[in-house]
């Protein structure tokens, strides 16, 4: 019996894996779907009670990573932000949505790497800077470290004085906050948690009957085992210093400003000519 010629078999090889940190997961993504809403982790109603004290109708918002979320068409329906700024580093994605908003001058949308913003054309421009799970994205990534170092550094210089930066991320605070105390004195920095929302129970099948006095099997449900603190997403927020005021800074000076003439009559000693 003859051999089997392994010549005539091609190797297959899987293509390899896109991680969430990859631009390319990205586009392929959005080239179907650029304008299919959906909001990763949590939608407006999980955030509305924790974001709202945070902004108002004259809110200038930047939305990092935006994607297909409807959160800002949302702040702006409900008078939370005269304008949001969208960015995200997809131009096929930012393309559908332009199209999609032509006629809603509160909307603007910018195709670019979130680490790549023109910080000296953006300086102190907005008073809230969010992002809802980019920076996991970015750290689920290669060289993910270092380009989330940037991507914060980017996000508190576009801030203006007493903005915010809000990050919604799945990461407990023991994992998330050796980051962000690298970029911002860790005073500047709040946490709180919102429930993550419970998946629907699976469809019944057709003339299906929920036990006698037992629950509805369509309900929404989550296991017994399940702890309530773990199921949750972490809500981080950084205030940027706000400046110092004119006022307090002068009388902090001495009389006639002159911080020099009261060093030099602590000594007993006329300051320098």
């Not at 982790?41 to 009670?49: A, D």
């Not at 429930?195 to 629950?215: I, M, T």
């Amino acid at each position: 019996m003859a051999g089997v010629d392994a010549s005539r078999f091609q190797e297959v090889k899987e293509p390899p894996r896109l991680e969430y940190g990859d631009a390319t997961y990205w586009t392929l993504r959005y080239k179907e779907k650029s304008t299919e809403p959906f909001d990763w982790y949590l939608k407006w109603e999980q955030l509305k009670e924790t974001l709202t004290p945070w902004l108002s109708a004259e809110s200038q918002v930047l939305m990092l990573g935006c994607g297909t979320s409807l959160i800002p068409e949302q702040l702006v329906s409900e008078g939370l932000a005269s304008s949001i700024v969208c960015v995200d580093q997809c131009a096929e994605l930012i393309e559908g949505l332009r199209e999609k908003y032509n006629e809603k001058e509160a909307f603007h949308f910018e195709a670019l790497d979130a680490a790549q913003i023109p910080v000296t054309d953006w300086a102190e421009r907005f008073d809230v800077v969010m992002d809802k799970a980019m920076l996991d994205a970015i750290l689920s990534g290669r060289q993910g470290r270092p380009k989330a170092e940037e991507v914060l550094k980017v996000a508190l210089a576009v801030l203006k004085p007493s903005g915010r930066y809000v990050c919604i991320s799945h990461a407990r605070p023991g994992q998330r906050l050796p980051l962000l105390h690298s970029v911002a004195d860790r005073e500047q920095w709040e946490v709180s948690s919102v429930p993550r929302p419970l998946d629907a129970a699976p469809e019944p099948k057709k003339g299906a009957k929920a036990p006698k006095g037992g629950p509805d099997p369509s309900a929404m449900q989550v296991s017994a085992v399940a702890s309530a603190e773990d199921h949750v997403y972490h809500v981080y927020c950084c205030q940027k210093p706000s400046l110092p005021d004119p006022e307090e800074a002068g009388s902090a000076e001495g009389p006639e400003g002159s911080a020099v003439g009261s060093a030099g009559s602590a000594t007993g000693e006329p300051p320098a000519e």
